[in-house]
């Protein structure tokens, strides 16, 4: 079965299906994402989370078409019923930044350092709606400033990013993406480099996004905290395939993947003690040698030997989708309290 | 970063990107290596003279004489061979000087900065402040013709480039964790510098004296052109432009010395240019 | 905590960096205020954290604590000897007591030397003989778990929870008393993050090591310290031992920070009041006048703004600086 086929919501948004990208190597290619599926609704918040190198970042700029050159993806991707993994360029520019848009990993360098703040949201605006003036432009942009909680915005535009601080300067960033009032919102670790209490302010700014103007939101984190404050929904990739997806409650409490298990007992927790952390031991597989079977079992403590033979299906469990062969019967919360 | 680095210079387009590099190398590689052959066995089989008679006068190229004679009957291309003695020499003394008194200046500016930071970069910035030409120029007439002074004013010239290069390259080491690392480590000065710093310095000098072989011999053959280098019978390409120059409608007087000033410059450029792909991409410097 | 006990007793430290102007002729036209009087101690083996928000000057405070930048002001007293006095020659004996494991698994490991040569670089300053060298680095490598096969191995060669392995291991192969962390885990994964923390408690736990902890994870912070101090805007505005840091922050900026620590539970993390901090956060170039947290705080008084709230001290060890800090 396909992954895709048993998380589907009614008309999904965004419905990514067996997607797999090659990246070319010096002995030919090898896969860096290797079946991942999802969907997405309108309003509804996805959190992608997986250790780095996983694929997260690739998954998304493929539904974007920004693959760099040299990758190929296969697989389906569909956005609003229609296919868009191979749509020409021409078509695809005209999603990005108005039907999809997305939030880069690094926030420091998405600004152009010798334009204005101002100019730089404007920019984005009238790509998409050439017809307005300029008057109409500036409000625009102050009215996408003030959304995004940039206090003063009429005096704000005028300044360069140097100007700003990192937290605000993210918050311009969000203000660009979402200028278009896209129906898809890809936030690759939109807070990784900003603080606590700024963080805050994001969390704020995102669940607004959702709540006020029914965005789509594909939340990409290693941050578990992050997800479980607002997520709906968590699809967690090991090695360039999901090992479980579901609804974000049920995952949390009753994870069923033995990596998702290992992952929410990896992190300590700011109101209850324990001697020692879980630690999951070994390392993510190489992209060019990997193991055969299921990707996890090298590190697996409950792998057997068929867990080093096949490849484990898709099988569905109430809300959640998991690819393990052991699913059903580990109960993973007391499991791995034993293991540690 | 680094993978992404990689895939832009090698995979993206397999065949293209590593076909015309490998290209251009291998073909800088030959003639940089047919020069220094060159050099080193012309006395064994010159054709002629380089500085004799060798036929009639400014006959255009012929089956005796491959790229002609010239105004005093001597063979353009035995001359054109004979050239990469004055040239290579040349290139090899200048850079051997100023590279090293470059990187040691560089290097101690960088290194220990206050004064003899000051003074350096001044000293440096004092030189910089003239064209490059025109200062070599200067300094050859008032040394007075010849090629030794020619290549006294080149050193002037070149020194500060690497004493620049080298003065940034060491500021930025220095800035990396692993030189605090050192510190911490209890290692003394010199042991940061020589072992923590200067290790990872090498790459960009490296690259750019690569580059500058063929700049020197240009500039070289420049102030021989206008005069002010070596000076007639000798050789040198610089100066057999100028005999053809002065000759004007026999084209073929300047052609070969001409061919190898432009060979040997864009070799050594294509060369420079394949070393900073060889060179560790591991060490690149964060900006 | 009596200071006779203290390990390092950091006082008033100041650190300035100037801000310079021109090119050509660089003048000082004003001064970053990084580190701004700083006063902490800790104790033979315990572990001091120290939270903050970027850029509040905690690297820049554990520099000034190893003599990688110089301190303006202030002392830095370990065992008593102030070590802000000592010419570099005569700091180099105390190197081996203070290490430092760096933030950065990459830029802190020397590229072109194998990860046994890095470990025993401290060793070799030590002026110990080669095969002694090789000798004790192999145990540094056991001891965090690095198979000693890999002693060759350049740097390029390890993952970044691997390359982390090799900065402790060399922060330890000269038994050091205290070790400054700072944020040693930031850049890692969360399940390598995981093995890493348990790595440096075991270490603690068996060599008696005194940590200060530079993090900005509070429930790392909270999982992994005896004490925390807060810091912010290069100052220390509230010190505590840990449960009573987490259960009664009385400084309003270490209550946001505590309120806006994200939670791995869905349920919980839904239902917490957020305390959502508006405005910026000031530069330590231009500082503002009294207290230092005035321009974001919740609870700022016309007082705020001209006195810089002096420590009052809630219970033992509990130190706050504010004026109208929740008792
Ligand atoms: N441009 C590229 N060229 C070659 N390999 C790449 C490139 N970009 C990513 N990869 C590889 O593809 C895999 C997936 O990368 P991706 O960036 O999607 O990871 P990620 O999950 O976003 O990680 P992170 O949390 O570090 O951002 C990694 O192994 C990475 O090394
Ligand atoms: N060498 C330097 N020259 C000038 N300013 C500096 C220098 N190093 C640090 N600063 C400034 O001092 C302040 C404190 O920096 P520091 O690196 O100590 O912060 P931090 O608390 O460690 O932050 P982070 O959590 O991001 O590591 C910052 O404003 C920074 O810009
Ligand atoms: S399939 Fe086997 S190895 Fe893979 S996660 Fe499940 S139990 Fe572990
Ligand atoms: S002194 Fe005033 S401004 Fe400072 S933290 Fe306390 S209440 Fe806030
Ligand atoms: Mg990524
Ligand atoms: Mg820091």
């Not at chain 1, 780095?52 to 697989?75: C, E, H, N």
């Not at chain 1, 229609?82 to 998405?110: C, K, N, S, V, Y």
């Not at chain 2, 002065?246 to 052609?255: G, H, P, V």
């Not at chain 3, 000034?64 to 000897?81: D, E, M, N, P, Y």
Request: glycine letters at 8%; proline letters at 7%; a positive charge.
């Amino acid at each position: 079965m396909k992954i895709g086929d048993m998380t589907a919501i009614p008309e999904p948004l965004l419905e990514v299906r067996d997607l797999r990208i090659a990246i070319p190597g010096r002995q030919g290619e090898h896969l860096a994402v290797a079946n991942i599926g999802f969907t997405v609704a309108s309003g509804e918040i996805l959190g992608l989370v997986g250790e780095s190198g996983s694929g997260k970042s690739l998954s998304m700029l493929a539904v974007m078409g920004l693959l760099p050159a040299g990758m190929r993806a296969s697989g389906s991707i569909r956005f609003k019923g229609q296919e868009i993994l191979g749509l020409p360029e021409r078509q695809m520019r005209r999603l990005r930044g108005g039907r999809i848009a997305m939030i880069f990993q690094d926030p420091m360098t998405a600004l152009n350092p010798v334009l204005t703040l101002g100019a730089q949201i404007v920019e984005t605006i009238e790509l998409h709606n050439p017809s307005l003036s300029s008057r109409e432009l500036r409000n625009r942009a102050i009215e996408l400033m003030e959304l995004v909680a940039i206090p003063a915005p009429d005096k704000r535009f005028d300044q360069y990013p140097h100007e700003f601080s990192g937290g605000m300067r993210q918050r311009i960033v969000i203000a660009i993406a979402v200028a278009n009032d896209p129906d898809l919102l890809i936030a690759d670790e939109p807070t990784t480099a900003l603080d606590v209490t700024i963080q805050a302010q994001i969390v704020d700014i995102l669940n607004r996004l959702r709540r006020e103007k029914g965005v789509a939101i594909a939340l990409i984190t290693h941050d578990l905290g992050l997800v479980a404050g607002l997520a709906d929904r968590i699809a967690i990739l090991y090695a360039g395939r999901i090992a479980e997806c579901g609804e974000i409650g049920a995952v949390f409490q009753r994870p069923r993947h033995p990596y998702t298990a290992g992952l929410l007992a990896a992190v300590p927790s700011i109101d209850a003690d324990v001697a020692r952390l879980y630690a999951i031991r070994g390392t993510p597989p190489s992209l060019a040698d990997r193991p055969p079977g299921c990707q996890f079992n090298p590190r697996c403590p409950f792998a057997l030997p068929r867990c080093a033979e096949y490849n484990p299906e898709f099988r569905r469990f109430g809300e959640t989708v998991v690819a393990c062969h052991r699913a059903e019967e580990l109960n993973l919360a007391s499991d791995t309290a034993d293991a540690r | 970063m680094t993978v992404a680095a990689s895939l832009k210079s090698k995979s993206i387009w397999p065949g293209i990107t590593l076909r015309w590099s490998s290209a251009t190398l291998i073909f800088a590689l030959f003639v940089i290596i047919s020069f220094i052959v060159i050099a080193v066995t012309i006395p064994l089989w010159s054709p002629y003279d380089p500085v004799g008679m060798a036929g009639r006068r400014l006959q255009p190229p012929s089956a005796l004489h491959w790229c002609g004679t010239d105004a005093l009957g001597r063979d353009v291309l035995t001359r054109a061979l004979w050239g990469t003695r004055y040239s290579l020499p040349i290139a090899v003394f200048v850079l051997g000087v100023a590279v090293p008194v470059g990187v040691l200046l560089g290097t101690a500016a960088g290194f220990f900065g206050g004064i003899i930071d000051n003074a350096v970069m001044r000293l440096a910035d004092v030189t910089l402040a003239f064209p490059p030409v025109l200062l070599a120029m200067a300094i050859a007439a008032s040394l007075g013709p010849g090629l030794v002074n020619t290549a006294v004013a080149l050193i002037i010239v070149w020194w500060p480039i690497y004493a620049r290069l080298m003065r940034a390259q060491v500021l930025n080491v220095k800035k990396l964790d692993h030189v605090d690392a050192a510190v911490i480590a209890g290692a003394g000065r010199f042991r940061i510098l020589f072992k923590h710093i200067m290790p990872l310095c090498w790459s960009p000098i490296l690259v750019n004296t690569t580059m500058d072989v063929g700049l020197v011999i240009l500039l070289a053959s420049g102030l021989s052109f206008i005069g002010l280098g070596a000076q007639p019978p000798a050789p040198e390409w610089g100066q057999m432009v100028a005999e053809g120059a002065s000759n004007f409608y026999s084209w073929w007087i300047a052609l070969a010395p001409g061919m190898a000033i432009f060979l040997i410059s864009i070799s050594s450029n294509f060369l420079g240019d394949a070393l900073r792909d060889v060179l560790d991409p591991q060490v690149k410097l964060p900006a | 905590m009596p200071a006779e006990d203290a390990l390092l007793k950091v006082e008033g430290v100041h650190v300035e960096f100037p801000i310079l102007k021109g090119l050509v002729f660089p003048r000082r036209v004003g001064s970053i205020s990084a580190v701004a009087g700083v006063s902490i101690e800790v104790a033979p083996g315990e572990t001091l954290s120290l939270v903050g928000e970027s850029g509040c000057g905690k690297s820049t405070l554990a520099r000034a604590i190893l003599r990688l930048v110089t301190a303006s002001a202030g002392q830095v007293l370990f065992k008593g000897v102030d070590l802000t006095k000592l010419s570099p020659a005569k700091m180099r004996p105390f190197r081996r007591h203070v290490q430092l494991v760096f933030q950065n698994p990459y830029a802190s490991l020397h590229p072109r030397m194998t990860a046994r040569e890095i470990i025993a670089e401290p060793l070799r300053m030590l002026g110990m003989d080669r095969r002694e060298q090789v000798e004790r680095a192999k145990q540094a490598m056991q001891r965090v778990q690095l198979r000693p096969e890999f002693g060759d191995r350049y740097p390029f060669a390890f993952s970044g929870g691997q390359r982390q392995r090799i900065g402790i291991a060399r922060a330890l192969s000269v038994n050091p008393e205290m070790v400054v962390l700072d944020e040693p885990v930031s850049a890692l994964d969360v399940s390598v993050q995981a093995d890493v923390l348990n790595l440096l408690k075991d270490l603690q736990a068996d060599l008696g090591i005194a940590y200060l902890f530079i993090a900005h994870n509070l429930a790392v912070v909270r999982h992994f310290s005896d004490r925390v101090a807060v810091m912010y805007l290069g100052k220390i505005v509230e010190t505590a031992p840990r449960d009573r840091l987490f259960k009664r922050p009385a400084h309003p900026y270490t209550e946001a920070l505590l309120s806006a620590a994200p939670m791995p539970d869905p349920i919980r993390e839904r239902k917490r009041q957020r305390i959502v901090l508006r405005g910026e956060i000031p530069s330590p170039a231009n500082r503002p006048t009294g207290c230092c947290f005035r321009t974001r705080c919740p609870k700022a008084a016309a007082i705020c703004a001209q006195i810089d709230p002096p420590p009052v001290t809630l219970a033992q060890g509990h130190v706050v600086n504010c004026h109208f800090a929740n008792a």
